[in-house]
């Protein structure tokens, strides 16, 4: 039996975010630390796979109104059925014959609504396993621009292209998503890409906690609405998150960790001025801050990203987290062997 396994990988916004969706500029990476892995395999006909991630048995309300918080109310099966009818629509436009059926099924390790992009990497993971399967190849920048048409046109959720970009190209990329830089390719809207050599980061830490999850619509849907009513505060925010970018890239070139450090708390400083911060939330920034290290949202929150110069200095991040009860990694920028 043909099985095809894929892994769509956890991303972390290192500059820029949430500018993304609003023409301006960003950088980002994937952890190899968490991943979402796709098993599909020839079948009868076609079966999403249900697992322990879509629940529908709880052993009391207080459960369910837990598993609610921190999941939402859906699991993957969702994503995975969208980003089928999405893939079949691709391919019925570009000739491509969808003949045979498949099962297919799914895993996470990557924590729930915390900014680190769990569900696209489901999306990423599943659309590698079809393009496998029916022997189709699709350029990352038309990759991603698809895997955002599931959850944006099939799902109705506000999101960007940084995710699915960085998940696509599997590594640390700069993104300009400016009106000059759009091109259509395969009928998407693509931005300019442009791949980074993740060795010229300095060390970099990242820190997360379930217990300050929350959906990445609660902050995306706010800010569009504001930015489609022409708010001059998170307009101009928005060129400054591209400057920001801008200006990291050239800190990390030039293995300027000093300037890199400036420019990813600034980052989060701006994010503050204009979106609404959880008291958590904000708690894992102070903590880093107090430590001596540069802290940002990685995502939309939950996570937070920045660099540390020593051992030393990540046992002392390590340990200050531990006290408000946040986990802390060193994310892995390279897949194993």
Excluded at 37 to 66: G, I, M, Q
Excluded at 116 to 124: D, E, F, M, N, P
Excluded at 134 to 142: E, F, S
Excluded at 173 to 190: I, K, L, P, R, T
Aim: charged residues 20%; hydrophobic residues 40%.
């Amino acid at each position: 039996m043909q099985l095809i396994r894929k892994k769509g990988y956890a991303r972390a916004g290192l500059m820029g975010n949430p500018s993304d969706g609003y023409g301006g500029k960003t950088i980002s990476l994937v952890l190899h630390n968490f991943f979402a892995e796709v098993t599909l395999y020839p079948w009868d006909r076609l079966e999403v796979v249900t697992t322990e991630l879509d629940r529908s048995c709880f052993d009391s309300v207080t459960d369910l109104l837990l598993d609610v918080r921190l999941h939402g109310y859906y699991g993957g099966v969702r994503l995975i059925k969208a980003c089928i009818r999405k893939f079949a629509i691709y391919c019925q436009r570009w000739g491509f014959p969808l003949e045979e059926t498949f099962a297919v099924r799914y895993a996470s390790n990557i924590p729930r609504q915390v900014g680190l992009a769990g569900s696209s990497a489901i999306i990423i993971a599943t659309l590698r396993c079809l393009m496998e399967f029916y022997g189709i190849k699709i350029a990352p920048p038309v990759l991603a621009s698809l895997a955002l048409s599931v959850e944006v046109e099939e799902l109705g959720i506000s999101a960007g292209l940084q995710d699915r970009v960085a998940q696509a190209y599997e590594g640390l990329v700069y993104m300009s998503f400016a009106e000059e830089a759009m091109q259509q390719q395969m009928d998407f809207n693509c931005g300019t890409y442009e791949e980074l050599d993740s060795s010229l980061l300095p060390p970099l830490y990242l820190a997360y906690s379930a217990n300050e999850s929350e959906p990445t619509e609660v902050t995306h849907n706010n800010l569009r609405a504001r930015w489609e009513l022409g708010d001059v505060e998170v307009r101009n925010a928005m060129l400054r998150f591209a400057e920001l970018a801008e200006q990291a890239k050239t800190a990390i070139l030039s293995s300027d960790r000093a300037a890199l450090d400036a420019l990813i708390d600034e980052n989060f400083d701006l994010r503050s001025s204009i979106c609404e911060i959880a008291p958590g939330q904000r708690k894992m920034i102070e903590t880093a801050r107090s430590v001596g290290v540069s802290s940002k949202f990685a995502g939309s929150g939950g996570a937070v990203i920045g660099t540390y110069p020593d051992a030393a200095t990540f046992d002392a991040l390590t340990e200050a987290f531990s006290k408000i009860g946040c986990n802390v990694i060193k994310p892995q920028l390279q897949a194993e062997g």
